[in-house]
């Protein structure tokens, strides 16, 4: 028994317990004005490989969660491990930043470069990789990412969609275990969008990567092993979508709205057709209707 327990534990690729982080407001002298408790004792376990969605409405906590977990921020209160380090060891943050990469919602911010695959190798080379490491690494991120052909090309130059490619690939070509999605799609426009998604899926499913997917939209999580619903600091709810999407009269209690497809599924179930449960996606409930 102890075995397992062991075994689940190791598994785990982020694990924190009380989470706190306050961010303090000051005035001109430095006196502190008001205090703003941005995620408020949270307890989070993350299973290594899984696609996890986290959703909330604006000013939740969700980008200040992604923050304490890429270590860009010291949680107030609380511990925190990501890929088995402390956030709180000074030596390990550097390493958990390429351990839990980021991709941010807008490109540009995060594009360095002028060169597409200079800036891929910008990450390892603040790692102290060997070049001809850098060299093997920038390739097979900008393969996996459908931009090895734009390498030589400026980001400038690029479509949005494109752009946000490349920022996966500076990721990715530090080889992490987990990279944080924050709205990445949010500047993009649908197909962008699905895109993005799809490519976050594939490098869950054919590199095992864990996917953190930050968003606003419930539709984006319908592939999603787990979701974290945030309301105010907390995380109020979690499951499997299908869980989740059970219970809309809490989600909108959070400002959350069900997806369109799930609303339709919903109403045709309450109104006498004969479907198993609530569809996730059109083609499930186009599937449950032919059936009939
Ligand atoms: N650097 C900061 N200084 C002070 N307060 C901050 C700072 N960053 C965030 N906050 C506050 O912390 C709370 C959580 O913000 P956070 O950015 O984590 O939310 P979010 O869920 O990512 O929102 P959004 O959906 O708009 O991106 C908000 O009340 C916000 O005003
Ligand atoms: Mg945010």
């Known amino acids: 028994m102890k075995e397992l327990v062991r075994k689940k534990e190791k598994e785990l690729i982020i694990k924190g317990e009380g989470l706190t982080t306050e961010y303090f407001r000051r005035d001109d002298e430095g006196n502190v004005e008001s205090i703003d408790t941005a995620l408020d004792h949270i307890d989070i376990s993350i299973i290594k490989g899984r696609f996890i969605g986290i959703i909330g409405h604006n000013g939740c906590g969700k980008s200040t969660l992604a923050k304490n977990i890429n270590a860009l921020i010291t949680p107030s209160e609380g511990s925190l491990t990501v890929c088995g380090m402390d956030v709180y060891d000074e030596e390990s943050r550097m390493k958990i930043r390429s351990m839990a990469g980021m991709v941010f919602q807008n490109p540009d911010n995060q594009i360095v470069s002028s060169i597409v695959e200079e800036d891929c190798a910008f990450g390892p080379e603040n790692l102290g990789i060997?070049?001809?490491?850098?060299?093997?690494?920038?390739?097979?991120?900008?393969?996996?990412?459908?931009?090895?052909?734009?390498?030589?090309?400026?980001?400038?130059?690029?479509?949005?969609?494109?752009?946000?490619?490349?920022?996966?690939?500076?990721?990715?070509?530090?080889e992490p275990e987990c990279i944080i999605?924050?709205?990445?799609?949010?500047?993009?426009?649908?197909e962008g969008r699905q895109d993005v998604l799809n490519l976050a899926h594939e490098l869950n499913e054919k590199k095992g990567v864990t996917v953190l997917w930050i968003t606003h939209y419930m539709e984006e999580l319908t592939g999603a092993d787990h979701i974290f619903v945030m309301d105010n600091g907390r995380i109020v709810m979690e499951g499997a979508p299908r869980e989740i999407f059970a219970r809309d009269e809490e989600l909108v209690q959070h400002g959350l709205t069900l997806p369109g497809i799930t609303l339709l599924s919903r109403l045709l179930k309450e109104n006498g057709v004969k479907l198993s449960g609530v569809a996730l996606s059109v083609d499930e409930l186009f599937k449950e209707l032919m059936a009939l």
């Open 130 to 174: 060997p070049s001809q490491e850098i060299r093997e690494r920038v390739d097979r991120a900008l393969s996996s990412v459908g931009m090895f052909e734009k390498r030589r090309n400026s980001p400038e130059h690029l479509s949005g969609g494109q752009k946000q490619r490349v920022a996966v690939a500076g990721v990715l070509s530090m």
């Open 181 to 190: 999605f924050d709205e990445s799609t949010a500047m993009l426009d649908p």
